[in-house]
């Protein structure tokens, strides 16, 4: 898949690319959800049959998170995902090209005329998909009867695709998020049509987990607000083998922590992956993070939580 970084190096895709007809979406995509899978599909569908390439243009960070980039990353908005996690599933869906377009100050201050002009004008569009909720350009003034004229002034196709609904309900990433809220990685799964992990790169530590005997890897986290916070049962996928585990996510209050952190005790496990990016799947929530008086009733509860990750991870084999 090709990325294009930004509307700067939008000239260096046409200069290579400005003659390959384009299946066009836009969207924000946190999480690469059901209901975007159902326009990808649709996307892939109509570019095989008129000889088109695919492209998803996708914004980041969400509006929400910008508007709130001053508070302390517990305080922002939850998401997802981040957005590399998003890249490679996009990556995964075998999309042509993906257009990162940056959230920022001149992107929420452009008119939905100027989007029009610089972004969608710019690209050899032959149809144009999107969303039912999809609005863009300055305070959301953007929408559908204005794309529609567009599009007609050009001879691009415009569709707008039905909500994509599971159990009578619109899939969507806030709905997604709440789920994870609450642990209902059951649910999430079905929601995102697969199980709900983080993939982060192992970096060094203070070494507490191997004082106490439960050595930890630790992910380095972007400044993110994972919707997660608490103990959990975990897979972990290391080198194309997989393991089992427990994980913490939340700031470590014991300690003193204040900034989220993702340690991961791969049970059975002595190999330094140091370096290494590792994918960690939540199977099952155990409990909420909480403070210990010392560092031995935080030995004696994560020996009880080994044992109970032990069995929630029986139990879902079975």
């Known amino acids: 898949m090709y990325l294009i970084r930004g509307l700067k190096n939008l000239s260096l895709f046409n200069e290579r690319f400005s003659e390959e007809k384009l299946v066009v979406t836009i969207g924000n995509f946190d999480g690469l959800h059901q209901g975007h899978k159902k326009i990808i599909r649709e996307m892939k569908s109509i570019s095989q049959n008129s000889s088109a390439k695919t492209m998803v243009i996708f914004t980041e960070p969400h509006a929400k998170e910008f508007f709130s980039m001053d508070k302390n990353i517990m305080e922002q908005p939850a998401r997802i995902s981040p957005w590399r996690d998003k890249f490679k599933n996009l990556e995964n869906e075998n999309i042509d090209f993906a257009f990162f377009l940056k959230f920022n100050k001149s992107l929420q201050t ?16 032959t149809n144009l998909m999107i969303g039912d909720d999809f609005r863009f350009g300055q305070n959301r003034k953007g ?27 619109r899939v969507s990433s806030t709905w997604i ?78 300690v003193g922590g204040t900034s989220p952190v993702l ?13 290494k990016r590792i994918k960690v799947e939540f199977v099952k929530k155990i409990r909420d993070e909480k403070k210990f008086n010392s560092l031995d009733d935080l030995k004696k509860q994560i020996a009880i939580d080994v044992n109970t ?10």
């Open 309 to 318: 990750a032990k069995e929630q991870l029986l139990d879902e084999k079975n």
């Open 177 to 254: 998020r709440e789920t994870l809220s609450l642990s209902d990685f059951s649910l999430a799964k079905k929601l995102l049509g697969r199980p709900y992990s983080f993939e982060g790169k192992v970096v060094h530590g203070n070494r507490l987990g191997r004082s106490i005997g439960f050595p930890t890897a630790n992910i380095w986290l972007p400044k993110n607000n994972l919707p997660i916070k608490g103990v959990f049962s975990v897979k972990i996928s290391i080198d194309m083998s997989e393991f089992e585990g427990i994980a913490n996510i939340g700031i470590r209050p014991t």
């Open 263 to 275: 340690e991961v005790n791969i049970f059975d496990f002595k190999k330094e992956i140091y370096g």
């Open 110 to 125: 452009m008119s939905p005329e100027i989007f029009i002009e610089k972004v969608l004008g710019s690209l050899n569009i």
């Open 143 to 169: 929408d559908f009867l204005m794309l529609k004229e567009w599009s007609r002034s050009k001879g691009i196709s415009l569709s707008k695709l039905p909500t994509f609904s599971i159990n009578n309900h």
